[in-house]
Structures are given as structure tokens and as C-alpha cells.
């Protein structure tokens, strides 16, 4: 079992010190240039973001205010500023040489490859953001993105933020029962989609799970679908609703000016599960996110103007967002989009992508590099990768084994692991590694970045001595922070805000995450401390599963469960009880994991289910969760089970 585990961690003792010639042209290029910045930043973190939003951002109208905080937890950043992150990403760009330099290369899964510059990346933003005007969309619209991997996905949400019509990205591996949730909660006014994508060598239609998300009228504010074809399947298009992408964007004038957008303007709304209740939409805003995403991604990778950046997640979720769209195109940098995915016909298509493209800053999860290893060194020696420069982790911790393996044999002792904390709620990378500066040890995020204030405290907001356990929290707003749950401002109160009260009563972000810190004052992340499971990196709420599995005629009651899993960081257990009558078998769980499958999407299908005629609760009919994990991960129940309401329940599941 290659798990996290406390022991583990107090066990490594492994530092790396940064490659001297990195650290010799970095931005920061020393721990006490580190030192010397935090303690800026520290002594009036206003001036410093200020100036930073001055100097890397550029504003239609300047901001008066750095950060209005008198109503916590609402912030509002850089108000009575106007800008544009459209504009950012491109048109100041377009002065100068760097109109020509690649903007956007995307591989796709087929082999098909597509290069935009930056030129050409503005001249297909403008079109589509007409062709989006012309379907009668304007400021503060909620258009939803249903899409693959394609160029036109980062065109897509580039065009919305041209127009000020905030973009709800909904990734394409959910299902029509997800995506239609998605569209209600949120209001959505028009769908952009494709009619399908390639994954794993073949062609997966898109379009009919919009068609069924639309059926009966579920989602009334939805008029408008704009269709891109990718696949060239037979795709039914509904009169007055349907239209093809190439035949309305192609026809479009490339002119339209961006629209000067507030800072604290929507610029996105992004779905994420949590402990309780459906999935929430995290609402980030123009100006703090875009500063967010542009600086983190300017430290944590210390971009040089001729980098490729590779970052392999799905445009679906933050990390597609901030790092392979808004955090390069900022920056003026090189970005690398793949539809594809290692599959087994193709187990070196990651390391052909870098030696293809000499990629020089890759960005991949733990999950992803497990299993790498499982495939063995001999795959990636195959292929000259002698462009690597940097190598970042995200999404769930890595194991020390893991570090290790990416570190020598991806980046052959040559390339910093950067291994990067974060959340969709954060907007841009909180703790990490920098490049230069930070020494590194396998499985630790290592230090915040400047000016986040991130701690480890217990219930009343006190900072936890070296070693111990503790909630990650953050004591101060940040620009990139999200700012609230689409719809239900008291749930972003509720959820983030109410957990971790200070003694000087004021509030902490509460990230829903166990941590621990060590004597160097370095970050090693645990995992979850409430009942969000993380299956390869992706966040599912065990209560979304538990809603699946309880709309099946067939159960009674339904509680899940994470349960370690080498490969995937975490695997999912359903305790299931029966209608009165009905005795559960395999054909009864592989159709309820077919059901939650398209209930919520295949990443949610429980690896296991198992049926029992009851579950463990305490008196008052809370059902104790602790025991079930340990009963998943086959460990011994420990602690105090004496508020158990029943214990021969517990007998019966330990069978
Ligand atoms: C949760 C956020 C933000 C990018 C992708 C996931 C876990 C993320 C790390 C890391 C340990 C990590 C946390 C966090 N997580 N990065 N480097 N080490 N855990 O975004 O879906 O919003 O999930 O992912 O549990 O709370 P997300």
C-alpha cells in the first residue's frame, strides 16, 4: 500500500536542494529572496497586492481600493478597477513579437495537432465571442461549457470572459443527470458542447447527453447550443435551439473589443462537492482571479519565454482552468492541450506528447504517476525528455514512493517536484514549492506562498505544535479566493467560514483538510477531515453517491466510504440496505454501480458495494462513518464505539 500515512511522512528525512543553475535565473531565487518576500508581503499585504495587480495586470480603469473586508467572509478585491482576463491573456500580447509566438498546441487523441499563436488564439476568441453575441448573449449570461478536449473549449471560455458572460464549465465525463443539475442550479442561458471526443482510440458522443439534460423542458432557461464538430458523427440538431460552431463562428467579424469588466465581476462559476447536500457552484470573480492565476503560475513554474507548459488535466476542472488556459495565456506562455489519455495500446502518449512538443514544465497528478510506475521505467526511457525543467504535482497527496519515482525517473535528478496544495475554492496554488528557492522533500507541498497566511490550528483557530494534527485553514483573504456558492451566500458562510472561529473572533477559511507541519515549518497535506472522498485527484461527496444509490428502487439506505486504493489515492465503498424482501448479489451491485455511473458520471461508481440488513448509527440515528471506513479498509473498529445504537450491527458487517 503506497498511502500518506503519518508514520510515513515522519519517516522521510530525504531533501533535494534546487538545481543551482535554476535557481541562478529565478524570480526568487533563494530561500531568503523567499524570506524577504514573505516578510514584505507580511508588513502591509495590501500595498503588495496592489502593486502587483498594477504591475501584471492591465486595467481599463484603475482600482481605488486593494481589499474591502469589513464584511467577511464576502471580499471584495481591487474595487473601482475595470479590466478584462480576455484581454489579458491576448491582446496585450499582440503588441510586439510576441503576436507570433505559440499561443496554444493542442495534440489531439487521433494524432491530429493544431497550433494557434497568439494572433490567431485573438482572431478565434473574437469570433466566437460575436457568434456568442450574435445568439443574443451579453454581460452576465451563464453559459455552460459541455466539451472534450479541444481548442475550442479554452476559445469557448476565453470568448465568455470577452463578453463578460460568466462561463460554468461542466466537465464531459459527467452525465446527463449532472449536467442538468449543473444547468438548473445555475441559471444557464446557452450550452456550448461537441458533438463527441476521442478517448481511449474511439469516438464518445456528447451531444445527446445535452439533449437529455434539455429533454421535457428540465432546464427552461437554456435557449441556445452551439455544437463544435469534432467526431463527425451523426448528431440530431434541434431547429431554433441547435447551431453548428463552424458554420456561425466562422462567419463572424474577428473584431470585438473586450468588454471592460468590473473586478469583482463574475468570471466563473465551478461546480465542486462537498460534505453535505449537492455539488455547490464556486463563484470566482474578473479581477482577483485572473491576478491569482498569473502570479501563482509565474512563481510556482518561473516561466521563461521559451517554455512549453503541459499541464494534463481536463479544462473540467480548477486545474485546467488557472493552468492550462488563464495562468499561461496571462503570461504570455506556450500551453499544451492533449485530448488524449495513456491508455494501454499507447502507454508512452504523455512522454511522445513532451518529447513532441519539448515540453519543459509538466503538470500532472499522483494518481496519473502511479500508475506510471505500474508500467515500469522502461516505457518513458524510451523517449528524449531532456526538455523537462520542472516537474508539479496536484490533486491528492503523494506518497514519498511516488515523489521519489517522478523525480529520477521522469526528470532523471535534474528537475524539482513541485508538489502543489490547492482547491477549486482557492483559485490558484496556495502552498508550493518554488523552483528556485525551496528545498524539497518527497510528499511534502512544502511552504506558502507568499502572502498566504495558511496555518494548522484546531477547533479554536490555535496554531498546532511541529508534528501535530490539525486543520489547514488560512487566516487572511487572498486574491484568488472564490467569493461565493452560486446562489446561497449563507452555504459559503456555512461551509468554509463557521468551522474555525480565532480568539480575536474573527474567522478562518476552513479547507476541509487534515495537515500536519514540521519542524522546518514545512506543510505535509493528510487528506480529508470530512466526508469528501477523492478518487485520482477528483473530489466526489459521499452524500452525491449516497443520493444516486437511494434513487434506485432496489435500496432502503446507502452509506459510502473511501477506502485507500494504491493506484487511485482512494476507492469507493457503499454499505447498502435492501427494500424489505430483497436480498442483494452481484447483479444487484454491478446495476447499482451502473446507476450511479450515469446518475452522476463513471468516476462516481462505487468499487465495491456491500449489502447489509443494517448500519452502524449512534442513538440519535447518525450513522458513524469512522466505523465503516475502517470496516472498508479491512482494519480493526477501534475507538469508542459505545454510542453505537446497535452492536450486533457491527458483528454482522464484520461477518
Ligand atoms: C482537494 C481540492 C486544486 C487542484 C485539483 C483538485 C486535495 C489538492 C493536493 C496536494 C494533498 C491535495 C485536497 C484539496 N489536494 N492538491 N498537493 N496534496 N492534497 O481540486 O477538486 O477542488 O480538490 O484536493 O484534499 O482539498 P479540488
Redesign the pocket.
Known sequence: MSQVTIESVLQEGRVFEPPAELAAGARIGSMDAYRELVARVEADPDAFWGQQAREQLHWFEPFHTVLDWSNPPFARWFEGGSTNLAYNCLDRHLQGPRAEKTALIWEGEPGDSRRFSYRDLHTQVCKAANALKALGIGKGDLVALYMPMVPEAAIAMLACARIGAPHSVVFGGFSAEALRDRLIDGGVKAVITADGGFRKDKAVALKPAVDQALADGACPTVEQVLVVRRTEQPTAMLEGRDRWWHELVEAQSADCPAEPMASEDRLFVLY?SGSTGKPKGVVHTTAGYNLWAHLTFQWIFDIRDDDVHWCT?DVG???GHSYIVYGPLSNGATTVMYEGAPRPSKPGAFWEVIEKHKVSLFYTAPTAIRAFMKSGREVPDQYDMSSLRILG??????NPEAWMWYRQVIGHDRCPVI????????GGVM?SPLPGATPTKPGS?TLPLPGIAADIVDNEGRSVGIDEGGYLAVRRPWPGMMRTVHGDPERFRKSYWEHIIGADGRPLYF???GARRDADGYYW?M??VDD?I?VS???LGSMEIESALVSHPAVAEAAVVGRPDPLKGEGIVAFVTLQAGLSGDDTLGSELRRHVGSEIGPIARPDEIRFSDALPKTRSGKIMRRILRALAAGEEVSGDTSTLEDRSVLDALRG
Open positions: 465542486t488535466a476542472w480548477i486545474t504535482t496536484v490533486g491528492e497527496p503523494i508538489d502543489t496544495w490547492w482547491q477549486t475554492e482557492t502552498i507541498a479547507a476541509g483538510d497535506v487528506g480529508r469528501v477523492s485527484g477528483h473530489r
